[in-house]
């Protein structure tokens, strides 16, 4: 008798310390009935009642329907709210991205060779590079 008498009482602590955490953890939007602070009060102080109370009449439930987040281009509710001008703006954007990228691209294909930078001070044609700066013959 003694054993069933522990096992009952390990049991009965467990489902204490269960119903405490679940009711501690639980959005407040899901407690009905009374506050937060007010069930984690019922469960602390009536053990095995106050977590039977707590299952019963104080965990709300879930939303029915879960939540499905979709992108925009997904969402049939996004695109009927879409009018038609701004699909129309939005396809001009998307032609003129790709002119641009097509033209990019036709620039990396042919690429023109660099030009070496003009030096002000020795334009091309005018002398040698060792005699800049130079007057008179050198001798």
């Known amino acids: ?17 269960y119903t405490i955490v679940d009711c501690a953890v639980q959005p407040t939007s899901r407690h009905r009935g009374v506050s937060k602070g007010a069930w984690m009060a ?14 019963v009449i ?11 987040r979709r992108a925009p281009d997904d969402d049939p509710e ?13 396809d001009e954007r998307i032609r003129r991205l790709e002119e641009e990228l097509a033209q990019l ?3 990396a ?7 070496k930078p003009v030096d002000p001070d ?3 044609g005018k002398g040698d590079d060792d005699t800049r700066g130079q007057r008179g013959a050198v001798g």
């Not at 104080?58 to 499905?68: F, N």
């Not at 996004?78 to 939005?90: I, N, P, V």
């Open 1 to 17: 008798m003694a054993r069933l008498l522990l096992i009952l009482a390990l049991v009965a602590t467990v489902f204490w310390v």
């Open 42 to 55: 019922i469960v602390i102080l009536l053990p095995v009642l106050g977590g039977i109370l707590w299952f």
């Open 58 to 68: 104080g965990r709300g439930r879930a939303a029915g329907k879960p939540v499905v």
């Open 78 to 90: 996004f695109l009927g709210r879409m009018t038609a001008s701004a699909r129309a703006e939005q």
């Open 105 to 107: 691209d036709s620039e």
């Open 109 to 115: 294909d042919d690429p023109e060779p660099p030009q």
């Open 122 to 124: 020795n334009p091309p």
